[in-house]
């Protein structure tokens, strides 16, 4: 076996703990949050494992956390990135099991975007050997969230809403909705992708620059009657659908795209109609959901991935090296993941 070398080549914070600000996940230069580095390759303790990068897909909670607005601290100087697909090289005590294995990994102590991620070794997803590395790098933080999202928009009726539906996540949901008989109501913003959202799975697609959109939903909620509102965006046209929605809605709040904030126009629904407004976070689905379920959707995951239902759409690839100078260009393309590569 080759000896780990000592030291690796990393993208690291260059900001601690939370900013106070919510300023929505986009940046104007790398070099405001990002650094390169080169720094000593961390060792697995008990329960974890290092892990050689083969990929990882930036999302917008990546850069929601660089910039201090995501819901855990930064740590200066630690590589950022929280998602990828690798190789398991080394392990702590009781992590033995995952020695040599691709795995997908959630970055827990030493972030993805660097040559060696640190994590637990609970956070890991052993890879099919028919799953590529592209899908692999992006394989947790969205299908599982659509997994878990649309189990909770079927058990309130078969129509629900998706905005953001032109994002990895809104395909994954609107695919997977179709998938199950549901009626996935899309919202976009961009005209031009309503052809594509439908040949995905979506029943509806209302984009919300059109003048007549809000009238287009309340003709659709009526005849629809979709009880549950998957929203990535967060803006005030999020706050006039959910007022739109019928009795016993609920504005299940899991993004913040917008960087505006909604104010509440008709708090009366909440008291009369029985509408609520929540949140979710996959982090705490995965405390919280039983261990056997957790293992059931991982599986599900992938095979939908490895016959094809679902892809991971990508929109361009950067080397570690070309992060500094080519993320922020990278991440004005619309319609794909931006995938880092050592
Ligand atoms: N809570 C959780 O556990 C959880 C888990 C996974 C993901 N998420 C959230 O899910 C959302 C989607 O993630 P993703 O990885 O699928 O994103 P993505 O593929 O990177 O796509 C984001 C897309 O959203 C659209 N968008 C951006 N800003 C917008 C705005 N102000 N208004 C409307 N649309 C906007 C853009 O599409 P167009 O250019 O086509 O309009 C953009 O391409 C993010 O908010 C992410 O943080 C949350």
């Given amino acids: 076996m080759t000896p780990l070398p000592t030291s690796m080549f990393a993208i690291v914070q260059t900001h601690h703990g939370y900013s106070g600000k919510a300023t929505g996940p986009s940046i104007q230069n790398a070099s405001d949050w990002l650094a390169e580095t080169e720094m000593p390759v961390p060792e697995p303790g008990a329960g974890q494992v290092l892990i050689r990068l083969r990929a990882s897909s930036v999302n917008p909670s990546d850069l929601h956390f660089i910039k201090g607005e995501y819901g855990q601290p ?168 959910f007022c739109a929605m019928p009795n016993g809605a609920r504005w299940v709040c899991y993004g913040k795209l917008s960087p505006e904030l909604p104010k509440l126009t008709q708090t009366g629904q909440l008291i009369f109609m029985g509408k609520k407004i929540e949140g979710f976070w996959l982090t705490q689905w995965m405390t919280a959901t039983p261990r056997e379920d957790v293992v059931r959707v991982v599986a599900e995951v992938q095979a939908r991935f490895a016959d094809g239902r679902w892809k991971t759409d990508v929109s361009e690839k950067l080397t570690l090296k070309n992060v500094m100078s080519g993320l922020v260009d990278a991440l004005q393309k619309s319609d794909g993941k931006v995938i880092i590569t050592p």
């Fill in 74 to 241: 930064r740590v200066k100087g630690s590589p950022a990135g929280f998602e990828g697909c690798g190789d398991v090289v080394a392990t702590g005590a009781g992590a033995e099991g995952l020695q040599g294995q691709r795995v997908a990994f959630m970055a827990t102590h030493s972030g993805a975007w660097a040559e060696y991620a640190l994590t637990d070794a609970q956070m890991c997803i052993p890879l099919r050997p028919d799953i590529s590395d592209d899908d692999g790098s992006a394989q947790i933080v969205n299908p599982m969230t659509a997994m878990a999202m649309v189990d909770l928009a079927r058990q309130a009726g078969d129509a629900f809403i998706v905005s953001a539906a032109t994002s990895q996540l809104g395909k994954l949901m609107c695919s997977l909705g179709r998938d199950l008989g549901l009626k996935p109501i899309a919202i976009v913003r961009r005209a031009e992708t309503v052809a594509a959202l439908k040949e995905l799975g979506a029943h509806e697609v209302l984009v919300t620059s059109d003048p007549d959109m809000l009238q287009k939903f309340s003709a659709l909620s009526k005849e629809l009657k979709p009880r549950v509102f998957l929203d990535a965006v967060a803006d005030q046209i999020s706050e006039q659908i």
